[in-house]
């Protein structure tokens, strides 16, 4: 090539005293038209082209992993490689000159290449989440992870082209700092470790609502990251949470339930034991005429609170507000000074916290309307207005 621009030069009829800059200044010149032309054949065609393959498929994989970032950087790579290429036609391989340059060049492609890495694992941790088998897993900390070796490898990697160094040997002398590194690097360590444990164990999944009253958490799981997961608490405040206290300590996880398609509602009501008394034939018949007992039923064994247990049981298993398929349970517990606790143990017929509220509400109401239909009371403790009609 030298020898075309030489001729080039004495047919224009250039002084050879002036050959050697002009050649180098067409040297240069070709160099940057050629860079210039590989950014923008990567730019105006090589980008377009693969877009539109990517969106004429089916498969979404190819969207997401050949995305616009992905494609931006494997790009800007061409334009560096290209003039390292060129770069001896330029300059004398011999000239410190073309050291310098060519660490430079060789620089800046590990940098773009580094940037190139991290775009394509962001890439797969985004397709992750749109996969069955992994959309549900805590993945987020481990490619994090990924990210800060590759960069870790590249900044080794820069200073060793800097001092002419062999990177195997710089990672050799960095085995000496090892304590000191993972001092600096603990959080991350932890929270991959963490992380790696979460997921395999299924222990964690972001959306999942867990109770962590030790750490002020309670709420829906909205980020799993390698040093912090994120927690939106039913306030809409946000509490951050280191991943390694999770699994060293404990936590609550409603997943379950979401997942049953049922809410747990457990709740007593007292019975002032003063009320609690055998049934009367007028009683008997009185619970015969509305249907909550049978007409045969024997009055000297009927008891108004046995009556009005099996009563609500037939009335929770009949409600579309209670879960038919889980436990319905209406039973007593131990006396207590404020009277017989009956308790209520059922499950709603969904998750949703509002309606679930709502639904509770409903059904205890009714229980305390339908109380004195029985003969029974409710324990309160006396209020003044009770000690004032004593006196009277």
């Known amino acids: 090539m030298s020898e075309y621009i030489i001729y080039i030069l004495q047919y ?8 050697r800059v002009l050649h180098w200044i067409i040297l240069l010149v070709g160099v940057i038209v050629v860079y210039y032309c590989a950014n923008l054949f990567g730019k105006k065609v090589f980008i377009p082209l693969i877009r539109t393959f990517t969106k004429k498929t089916q498969n979404l994989w190819d969207d997401i992993l050949l995305n616009n970032n992905v494609l931006k950087d494997f790009v800007s790579l061409i334009a560096p490689i290209v003039i390292a290429i060129l770069l001896p036609f330029v300059i004398a391989e011999n000239s410190i000159l073309y050291i310098y340059c060519m660490k430079i060049c060789w620089i800046y492609i590990i940098i773009v290449a580094t940037k190139l890495v991290c775009s394509v694992l962001n890439s797969l941790y985004i397709l992750s989440n749109n996969l069955e088998r992994t959309k ?10 990924l990210k800060i070796a590759t960069i870790c490898i590249s900044i ?23 304590a000191v590194l993972m001092l600096i690097f603990k959080d991350s360590i932890m929270g991959l470790v963490a992380g790696v444990q979460l997921s395999a164990n299924d222990m964690l999944r972001p959306g999942d609502w867990i109770s962590m009253p030790k750490h002020g958490a309670d709420g829906s799981v909205i980020d799993v990251s390698l040093t912090t997961v994120k927690v939106q608490n039913w306030d809409k405040t946000i509490t951050t949470i280191p991943p390694y206290l999770l699994v ?48 045969n039923e024997n009055s000297t064994e009927l008891v108004n609170l046995g ?6 049981e037939n009335y929770l ?17 131990q006396p207590t000074p404020q009277g017989v606790p009956l308790e209520l143990y059922f499950f ?25 239909e029985f003969g029974l009371k409710a324990f309160q403790s006396p209020s003044g207005k009770d000690l004032s009609l004593l006196r009277e």
């Open 12 to 19: 224009l009829g250039i002084e050879s005293s002036n050959y």
């Open 136 to 145: 549900n897993t805590t993945l987020q900390g481990v490619f994090q992870m």
């Open 156 to 178: 080794i990697i820069v200073v060793s082209t800097l001092i002419d160094r062999d990177p195997i040997k710089i990672l050799a002398g960095l085995g000496a700092s090892a």
């Open 248 to 295: 060293s300590d404990s936590f609550q996880n409603w997943r379950g339930m979401q997942d049953s398609g049922g809410r747990r509602i457990k709740r007593s009501i007292y019975i002032d034991m003063n009320s609690i008394t055998f049934c009367s034939n007028d009683d008997i018949k009185k619970f015969a005429e509305k249907g909550w007992i049978e007409n």
């Open 307 to 312: 009556v009005f247990r099996n009563y609500l």
């Open 317 to 333: 298993r009949k409600s579309p507000l209670v879960n038919p398929d889980m436990v319905i349970m209406v039973r007593q517990l």
């Open 348 to 372: 709603y017929n969904g998750i949703t916290w509002v309606a679930y509220e709502h639904a509770q509400s409903e059904i205890f109401e009714h229980v305390f309307a339908i109380l004195p």
